[in-house]
């Protein structure tokens, strides 16, 4: 089974939901042919038609007065955007929206009510089963055991003004480009498992971390004794686990399979951000109007693990790939906590130390990870 369990559930729920009620393809995408669907929504037939449905229930409650165009035209004009950050004119044709006023409306309407759908679609593992399970398959993925998922931060560009010269600056980040960013949380097979509201790209992800709604409850321990896999700009804690900076042979068994497990991060913003390629670029933000592009940001995660569930196949692999965020460097050793470090050396000491007779690597799996990988390089999130 390729997802995970919560999603796979709540997907399986929403389609029996619908299915009793309507389940006649949308009549708007008749027109088009598969190979067409797909070049403009990078989605499938069956992925778009499910997609309208969940979505066509969700209107009818949101809004009260019937919606100008119809819900299907609305959600045809929003996917087409997502997945080219700009607008077909065949399919604003096909929709009947052709004002810019109505076209910007009706895309961030869609996109608030596909983000709300983040409760269903976008699930943590909550019941001792599925995290065992979740657990189960990174132990199996890279070897370290106990580890429910990877944080990393996520960084969108956007344009600011320049000419507001404090605004600007806080929408910098390490990478020296204007973005915003939200913290990200996926599981071993790139299902993404929460998304946070999204911050100016200045924003730490230890910041982030401190402040979100899932590590204030992660470190509360409300999900019970698991790591999650964080890069070198989180702090090592109880619950995150981060590779060792200075490591010998043991302690880089380790930093390799956490470079495997934390890859899986990056690979998924990237398929991400290539089937939704308005994420490449959102466009123009002010400090105060950070909502808009977190449900943006929320809408094409939903409808990543959406597309997941239909195995809707990839977009092909750019060339020059996204570069990864480099993470903040720590400035001292001393603020460590030291329970945290005495758990991380004893994971190590059992699962990867290097004098035992089994490595705990399968299949040379150590052997696959590109240089690129290492955590010792600077491209670490
Ligand atoms: C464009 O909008 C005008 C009025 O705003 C309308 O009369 C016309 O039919 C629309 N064209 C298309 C192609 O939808
Ligand atoms: C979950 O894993 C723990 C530790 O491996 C085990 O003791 C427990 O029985 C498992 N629970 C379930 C429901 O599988
Ligand atoms: C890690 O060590 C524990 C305890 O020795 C063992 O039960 C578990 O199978 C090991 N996991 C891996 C992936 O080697
Ligand atoms: C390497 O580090 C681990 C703890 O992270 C320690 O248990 C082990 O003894 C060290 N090995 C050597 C050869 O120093």
């Not at 009706?106 to 699930?123: E, L, R």
């Not at 939704?276 to 693990?305: P, T, W």
């Amino acid at each position: 089974m390729a997802f995970a369990v919560p999603v796979w559930l709540a997907v399986q729920q929403e389609l029996s939901r619908h299915s009793e009620e309507d389940p006649a393809e949308p009549s708007c995408l008749e027109d088009f042919d598969d190979e067409t669907l797909f070049q403009l929504f990078h989605l499938t037939r069956p992925c778009i038609a499910f997609i309208m449905d969940a979505i066509r229930i969700r209107m009818k409650t949101v809004t009260s007065r019937k919606p100008l165009p119809s819900v299907e035209a609305m959600v045809m004009v929003a996917l087409n955007y997502y997945a080219h950050g700009v607008f077909t004119p065949v399919v604003l044709q096909k929709a009947g929206v052709n004002q810019s006023v109505s076209i910007t409306s009706t895309t961030s309407t869609v996109s608030g009510v596909i983000a709300g759908m983040s409760d269903v679609f976008i699930s943590f593992p909550l019941t001792v089963d599925a995290r065992n399970r979740t657990a189960g398959k990174v132990e199996q993925f890279c070897g370290i055991p106990s580890v429910l998922g990877v944080v990393a931060p996520a960084h969108f560009k956007i344009r600011a003004s320049p000419y507001e010269r404090d605004s600007f600056k806080s929408f910098i980040n390490a990478l020296g480009y204007t973005s915003v960013v939200s913290q990200f949380i996926c599981d071993s097979e790139g299902n993404i498992l929460s998304v946070e509201k999204c911050c100016v790209g200045s924003t730490f992800e230890q910041d982030l971390w401190d402040l979100s709604f899932k590590g204030r409850e992660v470190e509360e321990e409300l999900h019970g004794p698991f790591w999650f896999i964080g890069g070198k700009g989180y702090s090592l804690t109880k619950h995150i686990l981060t590779p060792v900076s200075q490591p010998n042979d043991s302690e880089l068994s380790f930093n390799d399979a956490h470079a495997k497990i934390h890859n899986v991060m990056r690979q998924t913003l990237g398929s991400m951000k290539r089937r939704f390629k308005c994420l490449m670029q959102l466009g123009f933000a002010e400090e105060g109007s950070l909502n808009k592009k977190s449900n943006i940001i929320k809408a094409c995660s939903v409808l990543h693990n959406i597309a997941k569930k239909f195995s809707v196949p990839p977009l092909p692999e750019d060339v020059n790939f996204e570069p990864l965020y480099p993470g903040k460097p720590h400035s001292t050793a001393a603020e460590i906590n030291p329970e945290a470090l005495q758990a991380r050396k004893e994971l190590i000491e059992r699962n990867f130390s290097v004098l035992t007779s089994k490595q705990d690597l399968k299949d040379g799996d150590a052997n696959k990870l590109s240089p690129t990988d290492s955590n010792t390089a600077q491209e670490d999130m």
